[in-house]
């Protein structure tokens, strides 16, 4: 009985994360990828996320505090952190680099920095619900779920 | 690959087992590209830098099948990688991005995209990319046979369901085939077996031919031109517009970047043959350089191939980084052509691209590079050149722009060196080869050197020249694929006898570009022979007569193939390289 409570408990989490539109498609095929050879293979593409993100908002950071800004470079490192971002299907984030980028082509600084801002705080959001989500995962143990939100 | 192997198990499960290399700086999507590719049952190489899958490129030619690419990353841009791959390397290349504005897919298309796919990119999407692989290989054999008069290909292309395995197969067979039956050496198989998947016969642009398209291109007017009219005024029947409208695009990237490079450089990258190998870098000019003409004697000689790769250098200009294989030197070229002219009716089926004259407009500065002079077309797919000392020494065979750059252009010694073991230029006769069958077969093939787009490919089959020579008696070319082959002996081309008998119809041009040239400068074939040398980067130079695919080949001897390299000429993308000339 815990054992099916806890791999609903992480099915719900996984349906909520699609439905506040957290996560996209791009996940559901990642974990489509997951096979014998590759057990944990969306936690692994997520870790490597989590390394390569945390790289780029850094950068970003420290070209924000820039004065004047250079645009140019903000626009070519979110557009890196937007494609890293669609690769686990981080729907939030990407949305928000769009913004964030559109901003930049306007030059607009303010724009750009609360953008960046918002983008943060739902990179985090995601990022605390997937450790969430993957650490119920693992404590369910490997019961196949076949649910897949819509 | 097995080598003489000619359908592997990859080959026979295909599309599975296609081998795919991955270019992409982003950690995250390299591993997930990577694992959905191996979903679909393909080889996987991942790189995320483009320096470093050009160099994995460069060092095995044939060793992938296509390339996924993302457009933005920090040491290249992805469009210029493109191109390079497409030129050198003629593989089929997809560009991915998380960026769909138009223009950058547009940009992608016209810098020879096969595809453009959008990130996050699904698995179906990449289970299908085969079929650019399929239908390059498809349209290589179609061209292959148009002009091979191959009918059965026709008929097993028209007849079959195009997706179907066994079509392929009957492709590729056909090919081998062909191949196998100009040349009885097993160095056919070998290639045939290492990329069969990659080579097919294409439509050899030998330099005469490519000296029509030149000529009709003018007369229209380059602003003016189109596949349609050009192919109207070359009035050559078995070619066919798709083969003109490839042809011609890479033309014109060819000159542009050479606009590019000459605004940028104030001296004529090219022929300056003047021993200065300057380009270590592969600047691949097979310049013939006036100054060497004493040495032709000697540059047959140095055919040798160290490493049983024949180098073919050119003298080329040290064009710093391009090779601007210009070769320049239309007018004294010309003259040697005509003199031997021997490409003309030799020129086997492929369409061989006259290298001469076109190339003289590039760079002239060195005209004494006759390169064209010998005319010789070149074929080569050299997948590497060696870095060797590549001597240009006489004729420079046109300086192949930068791709080449690595020609190491060594002025000095004439010989043609082959020094990759990699990059065999196609200049040695197999073993298997007997003087006398080598004179005609050889006969330039090997000097064709397939190379892509820049190079205006030397033509010089000096390889070939060298086995042609039965005059010289020198056997042909070693070419047994363990030795070196060196061509040195046999190379002697000076003989100004090269007659063009000695070069049995093979395509000849490369006998022109012996031949030719050598009416003019004192050593005859020789020099172009040396000219030739085939420097790494590039590859492929496919001119005419069997596309010696060097990358293929990693022994010299191949050359001695012969003809039926020219035919083959897997990767033939290298015409465009021959015309790239101006």
Redesign the interface.
């Known amino acids: 009985m815990d054992k099916i409570h806890s791999h609903r408990q992480v099915a719900a989490i996984k349906h909520s994360l699609f439905d506040q539109g957290y996560l996209d498609e791009q996940f559901i095929q990642l974990e489509e990828l997951q096979d014998d050879a590759n057990p944990n293979f969306v936690e692994e593409i997520v870790t490597l996320y989590y390394r390569d993100s945390s790289r780029l908002i850094s950068n970003l950071d420290h070209t924000l505090e820039r004065n004047p800004l250079d645009f140019n470079k903000l626009d070519t490192l979110m557009h890196q952190f937007k494609g890293s971002s669609s690769s686990i299907g981080a729907k939030r984030v990407k949305a928000e680099c769009t913004l964030f980028r559109e901003y930049c082509r306007a030059r607009n600084g303010e724009g750009c920095r609360r953008s960046f801002q918002q983008m943060k705080k739902e990179y985090a959001t995601l990022r605390k619900k997937l450790e969430t989500y993957f650490q119920l995962a693992r404590q369910a143990g490997p019961l196949e779920t076949a649910y897949r939100p819509k | 690959m097995d080598n003489g192997c000619f359908s592997s198990p990859r080959h026979d499960a295909f599309p599975a087992g296609l081998r795919v290399l991955v270019v992409d700086?982003?950690?995250?999507?390299l591993?997930?590209l990577e694992?959905?590719l191996k979903?679909c049952l393909y080889e996987v190489t991942t790189c995320c830098l483009a320096t470093e899958a050009l160099k994995k490129l460069r060092e095995r030619k044939d060793a992938y099948d296509i390339v996924i690419s993302?457009v933005?990353m920090p040491d290249m841009d992805g469009f210029k990688l493109l191109e390079q791959v497409g030129l050198e390397m003629d593989l089929p290349v997809i560009m991915m991005?998380?960026?769909g504005e138009t223009s950058r897919v547009m940009k992608g298309v016209q810098h020879g995209a096969c595809d453009y796919l959008l990130?996050?990119i699904?698995?179906k999407e990449l289970r299908n990319i085969w079929q650019h692989v399929f239908r390059k290989r498809m349209h290589e054999a179609r061209d292959y046979e148009s002009h091979e008069g191959f009918e059965t290909l026709h008929l097993i292309m028209n007849g079959s369901d195009q997706s179907d395995d066994g079509n392929l197969f009957a492709v590729e067979e056909i090919t081998s085939m062909k191949k196998r039956k100009d040349a009885d050496n097993k160095h056919d198989d070998k290639e045939l077996g290492d990329h069969s998947p990659t080579k097919k016969a294409r439509v050899v642009w030998s330099v005469d031919l490519h000296q029509k398209f030149v000529k009709a291109v003018n007369q229209i007017g380059f602003d003016k031109v189109g596949p349609k009219k050009i192919l109207d005024l070359m009035s050559v029947p078995w070619l066919t517009r798709e083969n003109v409208a490839s042809h011609l695009q890479k033309y014109r990237l060819y000159l542009s970047r050479l606009q590019k490079e000459n605004e940028q450089k104030s001296s004529s990258s090219g022929i300056k043959h003047s021993d200065s190998p300057s380009k270590d870098t592969g600047s691949f000019s097979f310049l013939n350089t006036a100054n060497n003409k004493q040495q032709n004697d000697v540059a047959i000689d140095s055919f040798s191939y160290s490493d049983g790769t024949s180098l073919l250098q050119m003298d080329g200009p040290s064009h710093e980084s391009d090779l601007k294989g210009i070769v320049s030197e239309p007018t004294t070229e010309k003259r040697r052509t005509s003199t031997s002219d021997i490409s003309d009716p030799k020129i086997p089926k492929s369409s061989q691209m006259t290298l001469n004259e076109p190339f003289a407009s590039l760079e002239s500065s060195e005209a004494s590079h006759a390169v064209f002079d010998c005319t010789i077309p070149r074929q080569y797919s050299w997948s590497e050149f060696p870095k060797g000392p590549l001597k240009e020494e006489q004729k420079t065979i046109v300086q192949l722009e930068d791709s080449f750059s690595q020609l190491p252009l060594h002025g000095t010694q004439h010989h043609i060196q082959v020094d990759q073991s990699q990059s065999i230029a196609s200049i040695n006769s197999n073993p298997s080869i007997t003087e006398k069958e080598v004179a005609p077969s050889i006969d330039t093939k090997p000097l064709y050197a397939g190379y892509k787009s820049d190079y205006m490919s030397p033509v010089s089959s000096i390889g070939s020249a060298v086995d042609t020579f039965p005059k010289q008696s020198k056997s042909v070319i070693v070419n047994d694929q363990s030795s070196q082959p060196i061509f040195t002996s046999n190379v002697s081309l000076k003989t100004q006898g090269f007659n063009v008998d000695c070069i049995s119809d093979l395509d000849f041009y490369q006998m022109n570009l012996l031949m030719g040239g050598e009416a003019a400068a004192s050593s005859p074939l020789e020099e172009d022979l040396n000219h030739f040398l085939l420097q790494s980067e590039w590859y492929n130079m496919n001119f005419g007569l069997q596309h010696i695919d060097m990358s293929e080949y990693y022994d010299p001897r191949f050359i001695a193939e012969a003809p039926s390299y020219f035919y083959d000429s897997a990767d033939y993308s290298s015409v465009d390289q021959s015309l790239f000339i101006a």
């Not at chain 2, 700086?25 to 999507?29: L, M």
């Open positions: 700086d982003d950690p995250t999507w591993r997930i694992k959905m979903k993302d933005n991005s998380v960026d990130k996050p699904r698995m």
